[in-house]
């Protein structure tokens, strides 16, 4: 007859609180991961998404006006040799940059006289992060053309040009790729 007292049965315990410590060290690491992770917000139409998504049917009337009166056209840009499969059907032309390079955006009305009292900001940003965030406001005019201080341009890859035009109640929007090579 075997003896029940050999000693093998007392493992059980240390196996439960391995347990208990390897769920509150798992439970520690996500939180502490989860909070030194920065949370990037949308920031389509240049605001907040819970404002966009609040007054997104201004938003889209005063993009109407905008269309009816005035021509919104990227000056001097060339087009970028990054071309992904079916990119350009989903997104539209990419763009090329440079560092150290002047963005320049012109706009008319329809019959083709030049605006030159538009709001114009500029917001050159990363789809990924937006650490790296440049906005430029105020953009001033000369003879319908608006264009920015020289923009530097740090990492290679891929960008987004939002511009942002207002003029009285009509606002334009005009999003752009581009990709800066390395």
């Not at 502490?32 to 992770?37: F, T």
């Not at 090329?96 to 940003?125: E, F, H, K, P």
């Amino acid at each position: 007859m075997a003896n029940k007292n050999d000693g093998s049965g007392k493992y059980w315990p240390y196996l439960i609180l391995g347990f208990i410590f390897i769920g509150l060290f798992l439970g520690f690491w996500t939180v502490r991961s989860a909070i030194s992770m920065p949370v990037h917000e949308s920031d389509a139409y240049q605001k907040k998404y819970q404002d966009a998504d609040n007054n997104i049917n201004k938003i889209l009337e005063a993009q109407q006006r905008f269309d009816a009166r005035y021509v919104l056209k990227p000056v001097g840009f060339n087009p970028s040799s990054f071309k992904p499969k079916d990119y350009e059907i989903k997104h539209g032309k990419v763009v090329a940059l440079t560092s150290g390079m002047v963005m320049r955006y012109r706009i008319t009305d329809l019959s083709g006289q030049a605006i030159d009292d538009a709001n114009v900001t500029l917001l050159v940003t990363r789809p990924q992060t937006g650490a790296e965030d440049q906005t430029f406001q105020n953009l001033k005019g000369d003879n319908g053309t608006y264009s920015t201080p020289r923009v530097t341009l740090k990492n290679p890859g891929r960008y987004l040009l939002k511009l942002r035009t207002q003029i009285g109640d009509a606002i334009g929007f005009l999003n752009q790729e581009a990709f800066l090579k390395p």
